[in-house]
């Protein structure tokens, strides 16, 4: 429920180790900058080369964002105004109005919701009564008059229990007087005057629910004991009779008045599911409970409008298909990419730098030396790591001179031997050992695309040698065309890349018209050879956007 700005950066579903090694390093330069508030985080569970690049360096990973959804948590702050069942209406208005709300819930003695009261439907109870002889009637209690009238209880019996009563105001001569009361019950007549001890007299023999003598004064001592043989209550207030007159009518316990059909939702509760909810009903907000079931707060229709507290940086990627959930709802602040455009757009101006660097750790750390700034040694690791990952040790076509002018540097300032390090680095990232499940290893560095209205997917991941792959090719044909129906692709692929050849292939499922239109030379249905090719993103993906252009 806290409202201060929160800042994750965070990178694309399935996170590489380039993907992670950024977010932490930015995040880091960041909070070096001067912004405490930017936390580096992931938006999916890491690899097993990123696990050994963590544990080599001694850093924990950065914290899982399973979603960024705007939740009602986000949307109210501080403890919520609330009143008890058995408190006057007259209370519920100076708290509306002291915290100008429009809305305030009704709870029992455990803080549970019994329903609320709405600001615009509560002038009907004071200032709209019912017509006719029931115009004077008000359902309230003894004590909840004497709490509004600031009164003094002379006698009172029966003070807490709630009844229909009928106020009379004794303003009129005696005889006048006992002729306006003729026909009303008694037992439900509540008589406010002031010194008219005629009038006190005369109440109290007809043995009326309550007399309240108003001004301050009081009833005769005398009258007393006759008072209380025929259960008459008796107050003192010192307002004036037409102020209690009007304060009567607004002693009605809340709990009788208010709306039991106001909207309820629990605190992670997703702020797009509960304006739907609102659109539909004619309440303004709604009650907001805790894993228990207690008020905690609640949302107007308002509240809705308010900007999510929480903030996005994207690094790694710029498409929102591949993007934290949640992410098209809440304000993205900055972009750090080193991929291609995607169909991508803010509602205000943002920074956006993407560089064709061989990875996004090598854009962050040329933004470390633009701010004069040199990575501690841990931070160095990283962005060595990212660096050596993406480039595949520097092989990868996407290399630029900028990446190999970055490593040595980086090395230094890490204290590590960066082909040493990534060497180790690949051999523990091998996903395909017998214990992988299937699934993860298809899913490990998957991305999905949008292009002329078609949706298709490529994996990768990098062997030593093409046995490993050759082992189980049968399971990742089959689990290929499995994900491609779950995810209602056209076409699904699994790049496989042998980093001492320099050779990849390529496993496809899906559209076979599609499949046919792929160029490259086919070992075997659904499989391709792919030689000097490296890079998913600068030598397979062009190739298959002209595919889906040319469908």
């Known amino acids: 429920m806290n409202q201060e700005e929160r800042v994750f950066v965070v990178g694309h579903r399935n996170p590489d180790t380039d993907s992670i090694c950024s977010a932490m390093a930015y995040a880091e330069l960041c909070r070096r900058q001067g912004r405490p508030d930017v936390v580096a985080a992931r938006a999916g569970h890491l690899n097993r080369q990123t696990e050994f690049v963590l544990d080599a360096l001694n850093v924990s990973p950065p914290v899982l964002l399973s979603d960024v959804y705007p939740r009602l948590r986000d949307a109210i702050s501080g403890p919520p105004a609330v009143i008890k069942a058995d408190a006057p209406l007259m209370q519920a208005l100076e708290v509306m109005r002291r915290r100008d709300i429009r809305m305030l819930p009704v709870v029992d003695g455990d803080n549970r919701p019994l329903g609320a009261l709405i600001l615009k439907r509560l002038p009907e109870h004071v200032f709209l009564p019912r017509q006719g002889a029931r115009i004077r009637q008000v359902l309230t209690t003894p004590q909840s008059i004497q709490t509004c009238l600031q009164a003094q209880a002379i006698l009172l019996e029966d003070g807490a229990q709630a009844e229909e009563l009928e106020l009379f105001v004794g303003a009129m001569s005696e005889g006048s007087f006992l002729k306006h009361l003729a026909g009303a019950d008694p037992r439900r007549v509540v008589v406010l005057t002031g010194d008219r001890h005629d009038i006190h007299r005369d109440a109290i023999a007809l043995g009326i629910r309550l007399l309240v003598v108003t001004g301050g004064y009081s009833v005769d001592a005398s009258l007393h004991a006759e008072a209380r043989a025929r259960h008459v209550s008796i107050l003192s207030s010192p307002l004036d009779t037409a102020t209690c007159a009007l304060l009567a009518r607004m002693s009605t316990p809340v709990g009788h008045l208010a709306d039991n059909d106001i909207p309820q939702a629990l605190l992670d509760d997703r702020l797009d599911a509960l304006r739907k909810v609102l659109m539909r009903s004619t309440a303004p907000g709604a009650v907001v409970l805790d894993e228990d079931g207690r008020v905690c707060g609640v949302v107007t229709k308002s509240n809705l409008l308010r900007p999510s507290s929480l903030k996005l940086i994207l690094v790694d990627h710029n498409e929102l298909s591949q993007a934290v959930p949640g992410a098209d709802q809440v304000e993205i602040l900055e972009i750090i990419d080193h991929h291609r455009l995607g169909n991508f757009h803010t509602e205000a101006p943002i920074r956006f730098i993407n560089q064709p660097l061989g990875s996004t750790c090598s854009v962050v750390a040329t933004l470390y030396r633009q701010a004069g700034i040199e990575p501690d040694k841990t931070i160095a690791g990283l962005l060595m790591a990212g660096l050596l990952s993406d480039t595949v040790l520097l092989r990868s076509p996407t290399t630029t001179e900028i990446d190999r002018e970055l490593l040595p540097w980086l090395g230094r300032c890490a204290e590590l031997d960066p082909q040493a390090f990534g060497q180790k680095m690949f051999q523990a990232g091998s996903i395909l050992a017998a214990h992988a499940d299937i699934e993860a290893v298809l899913l490990a560095d998957f991305k999905e695309y949008s292009v002329e209205g078609c949706r298709f997917g ?48 390529l496993l496809v499922s899906g559209d076979r018209d599609l499949i046919a239109r792929i160029a490259y030379p086919r070992l075997a249905p659904g499989r391709f050879e792919l030689k000097g090719v490296m890079s998913r993103k600068k030598q397979l993906l062009p190739h298959l956007l002209r595919v889906f252009q040319a469908s």
């Not at 994996?459 to 399971?475: I, L, P, S």
């Not at 994900?483 to 980093?499: E, K, N």
């Open 458 to 505: 490529v994996g990768q991941f990098e062997v030593v040698t093409f046995q490993e792959f050759e082992d189980r090719q049968m399971e990742l044909s089959e689990g290929l065309a499995a994900l491609t129906a779950r995810l209602d692709l056209q076409i699904a692929g699994l790049l496989v890349t042998d980093i001492v050849q320099q050779n990849s292939q």
